[in-house]
């Protein structure tokens, strides 16, 4: 088959790999429809290649059709239309029966440190190669696929994979109360739909901040109020919108790629130099992770507020505000989504004739699995107006 590869730091390819094959009796193998660049995947494609082999298949955002289960998956069988999950979960361990599918002590990778393994993405998360690729072998499959409705085109229900699932677990960790204000860092997928959720959730307003005219637009027309971070200082911006309080709730949706952190961001570049063993120490035990976002959340909260934070962070080691955080008696909420956790309040408005979450309007690039490499490239650098691509193998 045909699978995006990681071939070093910001170059992937497309390359012939071994088909997947059936390896215990609750695998499942899916043939790939249509398959998403996450922001996540940015990660691995500039960052976190210590954590990677050359090789290794990415991508952790698939749907397709079941060729094959094993014998101890029967909830779906072949020819079943199927999202899959990023995390992979039993659905039966002490973690999953309470709801907690990111912390599966089936999948968990205790040698790491880390939780459940996901889907191509890294040796941190059981090193299982991913879904930007024609075939997918899904571990626990007894468990995992979420069979979809045939009606409806693929990417009303893609997104279940990761997009939908954790912008609304990002929301829903928010404590959002009815006419709460919220305001939602960076405007990338995850942000254009937690804020999207959060009005439909409740919210009395949701305001935004990014500097890409593309994602500013697409968040305007969708009714959320949007900040330039280009022109306006953001905290103090949505001090002034909010009487001078801040935001009920605020969800940090940006994470490690954050812009606006000079010294920081010289620090991932050179980590991500440096041999593997020595770069894996540094991320471990050296804060190197570009904070601004998080910053511009901590000061845009009110007191007594609550931020989400789903943007995802790989230093361990980062300084934290924590005299003010403690001082506006801040809640923090954060963690990989636990994906089919939210799966059945989310279906019942993707299978209707409307659509109320705007599903539809995300997806800006369509292109052939073949094409990823130049996919990678316009999504990391915003070009041609680049918000969301969707690689069809």
């Not at 507020?305 to 361990?316: A, D, H, K, L, R």
Request: hydrophobic share 40%; net charge negative; proline share 6%.
């Amino acid at each position: 088959m045909r699978a995006l590869t990681w071939q070093g730091t910001a170059k992937v390819s497309v390359e012939t790999v071994p088909d997947p094959r059936i390896q215990e009796p609750t695998d499942a193998i899916v043939r790939i429809t249509s398959t998403a660049i996450c922001g996540s995947d940015l990660h691995l494609y500039d960052v976190l290649g210590m954590y990677l082999d050359q090789g290794d298949i990415l991508g952790h955002e698939p749907m397709g059709v079941v060729e094959e289960v094993g014998a101890e998956v029967t909830h779906i069988k072949p020819g079943d239309r199927v999202v899959i999950p990023f995390n992979i979960s039993c659905g039966h361990c002490w973690m999953c029966s309470r709801g907690y599918y990111a912390q599966c002590e089936t999948t968990q990778n205790t040698e790491q440190g880390k939780g459940a393994s996901l889907f191509g993405y890294t040796k941190l998360y059981g090193q299982v190669p991913g879904g930007q690729a024609q075939f997918l072998r899904v571990p626990q499959a007894q468990f995992g696929p979420i069979k979809v409705p045939d009606h409806h085109p693929d990417e009303r229900y893609l997104f279940l994979s990761d997009v939908l699932t954790t912008s609304w677990q990002a929301a829903k960790y928010a404590d959002i109360q009815p006419g709460d204000t919220v305001f939602v860092t960076g405007l990338g997928p995850i942000g254009q739909m937690s804020a999207r959720i959060a009005r439909h959730l409740g919210a009395g307003r949701v305001i935004a901040s990014d500097s890409v005219p593309e994602r500013l637009e697409m968040a305007r027309r969708n009714g959320i109020e949007v900040l330039n971070d280009s022109d306006v200082d953001v905290p103090a911006a949505v001090l002034d919108l909010t009487s001078g309080r801040g935001a009920d709730s605020v969800i940090e949706s940006v994470g490690m790629e954050a812009h606006g952190s000079p010294v920081q961001a010289a620090a991932v570049k050179a980590a991500g130099m440096l041999p593997d063993a020595l770069a894996r120490k540094a991320v471990e035990t050296v804060g190197i992770d570009r904070m601004a976002a998080l910053t511009t959340a901590f000061a845009a909260v009110r007191r007594a507020g609550t931020v989400s934070i789903i943007g995802v962070y790989g230093g361990n080691a980062d300084p934290m505000p924590m005299m003010d955080l403690f001082d506006k008696g801040v809640t923090l909420r954060m963690g990989q989504a636990h994906v089919k956790r939210w799966v059945d309040d989310i279906m019942p408005l993707l299978t209707g004739s409307d659509d109320p979450l705007g599903v539809d309007d995300l997806v800006t690039h369509r292109l052939p699995l073949e094409d990823a490499p130049h996919a990678y490239e316009i999504f990391k650098h915003k070009q041609d107006g680049c918000i969301k691509v969707v690689l069809k193998p």
